[in-house]
């Protein structure tokens, strides 16, 4: 159990991990914490965007769209490498999940088949979006994949997690899919590695 880092804590850690980091309006306060408390917060939770462009994706995560406000994450990862923060709180990212997935994530442990949806993600990970169309053709350039590597290690280092503490959306909730076009398991073998 951990309480979230300061927003000023959590861009020191993404920049002491050798992050290119894009700070977006007032990210600093833009968040739903009048929807309900962010923390305790057990993990990382990668998406995909299905957009394309990075300048509309983070308008996008940012502003969110009719039937979900933003932010819509904390951080997208654009296909450059480059992390645009948008929010800091809670955020509409992860939604209602599975809580034996939560309790594999807190035990740091292999994660269960996701088969229901009754648990407020939103309140316990921080989310990364990460720009991509989600068909599983649009490609994940190399320095794209290094980020998502960094920005998950650069969390888990702050909070003493391993890397059984990041996750994919579509280990999460059930009908999810994201992200698509790489592994969870080979990118928590290289955040691993990040972590040693």
Known sequence: MASPMSASRFLDVLRDEGINVVQVGDWRTHNRNHKGPWGPVHGVMIHHTVTSGTSKTVRICRDGYPGLPGPLCHGVIAKSGSIHLVGYGRANHAGPGDDDVLRAVIAERA?????????????????????????????????Q????????????????????????????????????????????????????
Not at 165 to 180: A, C, N, T
């Open 111 to 143: 994660l269960p088949r996701d088969n229901e949806s009754n648990t407020d993600g939103n309140r316990h990970f921080y989310g990364f979006e990460c720009e991509n169309l989600g068909d599983g053709k649009d490609p994940w350039p190399e320095a």
């Open 145 to 196: 994949l290094e980020a998502i590597e960094r920005a998950a290690a650069a969390v888990c280092r702050h909070h003493g997690w391993n890397s059984r503490s990041v996750i994919g959306h579509l280990e999460w909730q059930p009908g999810k899919i994201d992200p698509r076009g790489f592994s969870m398991n080979t990118m928590r073998a290289r955040i691993q590695d990040r972590l040693a």
